[in-house]
């Protein structure tokens, strides 16, 4: 059996390989943009490189024309090609912007939305958030190739205590909050521990600098980093690291350091979370004149963040 077929002739870099770092020789085996020709159903897809090991995989659980016919429905329905591929990637169907901004910044970078919805288990809006970061992207997509870290998040604005009626403290069950780390769901501490804050996207710098500092010098050295960042709220720090560890492959954010946050315990000394280990993901405090290696800082790009 045969079928009439587009060829696009496009470089598929073998796995590992950047499409940058892919040959010469290999780009110019690649001249035509588009032709069509006629091909026997088995040996369509077969100069794809991995696009062709895909439809092998394919052609061993599907009938050929299935498999056409699957193809053919993809090609002409974009909003179904890209729930599929939502669908295959573990993640929910992000906004239209939301996509500009993971182009921008990279896989791994974004927590849309609907994920951050599902993970905390909060209604979705009627209608879709704004995302107030559109015109600053490209700039922090620039500073993360000079060893920053930022990301996009969409925070639904779950007090700490909330997210781990969530999340819960079982190692068992990752991720999770530490099961060791109970001083702060002590009745004295439910003031700040029940804190919510605004929903909305913020866009957080995860390399987490000027440790070895005390809370008033990581003030002024943020304040002299640049009017458009603040310290970043505890709240919307710990959604982001364990929305990401559920999302991008298990991937710990603030391993080894502590965000110090704004919030006051009942002792007044400041709250800080982070070293989100096997252990999970642990909420702490230090006096303000305290100074450490592991206490760093989380910044937020202000712009138009709802805090």
């Given at each position: 059996?045969?079928?009439?077929?587009?060829?696009?002739?496009?470089?598929i870099p073998?796995?590992g390989?950047?499409?940058?770092?892919a040959?010469a020789e290999?780009?110019?085996?690649?001249?035509e943009?588009?032709?069509?020709?006629?091909v026997?159903?088995?040996e369509?897809?077969?100069?794809l490189?991995?696009?062709?090991?895909?439809?092998?995989t394919?052609r061993k659980?599907t009938?050929?024309?299935?498999l056409?016919?699957?193809l053919?429905?993809?090609?002409?329905?974009?909003?179904?090609?890209?729930?599929?591929?939502?669908?295959?990637?573990?993640r929910g169907k992000?906004?239209?912007?939301?996509?500009?901004a993971?182009?921008?910044l990279?896989k791994?970078?974004?927590?849309?939305?609907r994920d951050?919805?599902r993970?905390?288990?909060?209604d979705?809006?009627e209608?879709?958030?704004?995302l107030?970061?559109?015109d600053?992207?490209?700039?922090?997509?620039?500073?993360?190739?000079?060893?920053?870290?930022?990301r996009?998040?969409?925070c639904?604005?779950?007090?700490?205590?909330?997210?781990l009626?969530?999340i819960?403290n079982?190692r068992n069950?990752?991720?999770?909050?530490?099961?060791?780390?109970?001083w702060?769901?002590?009745?004295q501490?439910?003031?700040w521990?029940?804190?919510a804050i605004?929903?909305?996207?913020?866009?957080l710098?995860?390399?987490?600098?000027?440790?070895s500092?005390?809370?008033?010098?990581?003030?002024?050295?943020?304040?002299?980093s640049?009017?458009?960042?603040a310290?970043?709220?505890?709240q919307?720090?710990a959604?982001?690291c364990?929305g990401?560890?559920?999302?991008n492959?298990?991937?710990?954010l603030?391993?080894n350091?502590y965000?110090?946050?704004?919030?006051?315990s009942?002792s007044?000394?400041?709250?800080?979370?982070?070293?989100?280990?096997e252990g999970?993901?642990?909420?702490?405090?230090n006096w303000?004149?305290?100074?450490?290696?592991?206490?760093g800082?989380?910044?937020?790009?202000?712009?138009d963040?709802?805090?």
């Amino acid at each position: 059996m045969e079928t009439i077929v587009f060829v696009f002739n496009v470089l598929i870099p073998r796995k590992g390989q950047s499409l940058q770092s892919a040959s010469a020789e290999q780009k110019s085996e690649r001249k035509e943009v588009c032709r069509m020709e006629t091909v026997r159903l088995n040996e369509f897809g077969k100069d794809l490189g991995l696009a062709h090991e895909m439809i092998v995989t394919a052609r061993k659980v599907t009938t050929s024309e299935e498999l056409i016919e699957f193809l053919s429905k993809l090609a002409d329905d974009k909003e179904l090609l890209r729930s599929t591929v939502d669908t295959v990637l573990g993640r929910g169907k992000m906004t239209a912007e939301e996509r500009l901004a993971l182009e921008i910044l990279g896989k791994g970078k974004v927590i849309g939305y609907r994920d951050a919805c599902r993970i905390w288990q909060v209604d979705q809006l009627e209608d879709e958030p704004v995302l107030p970061y559109k015109d600053i992207l490209r700039e922090a997509a620039e500073a993360n190739e000079s060893g920053a870290d930022w990301r996009l998040v969409y925070c639904t604005g779950l007090s700490l205590r909330a997210q781990l009626e969530v999340i819960g403290n079982s190692r068992n069950k990752q991720p999770c909050f530490d099961e060791n780390c109970e001083w702060w769901l002590e009745i004295q501490h439910d003031e700040w521990a029940n804190k919510a804050i605004k929903s909305g996207y913020r866009l957080l710098d995860f390399s987490c600098p000027f440790t070895s500092k005390t809370w008033k010098q990581q003030r002024d050295t943020i304040t002299e980093s640049g009017e458009q960042f603040a310290r970043a709220e505890e709240q919307a720090v710990a959604e982001a690291c364990l929305g990401n560890y559920i999302l991008n492959g298990k991937e710990r954010l603030l391993q080894n350091r502590y965000h110090w946050g704004h919030l006051r315990s009942a002792s007044d000394d400041r709250v800080c979370v982070g070293r989100f280990g096997e252990g999970g993901f642990d909420v702490f405090s230090n006096w303000d004149d305290n100074v450490s290696d592991r206490l760093g800082v989380v910044r937020v790009w202000k712009g138009d963040c709802p805090s």
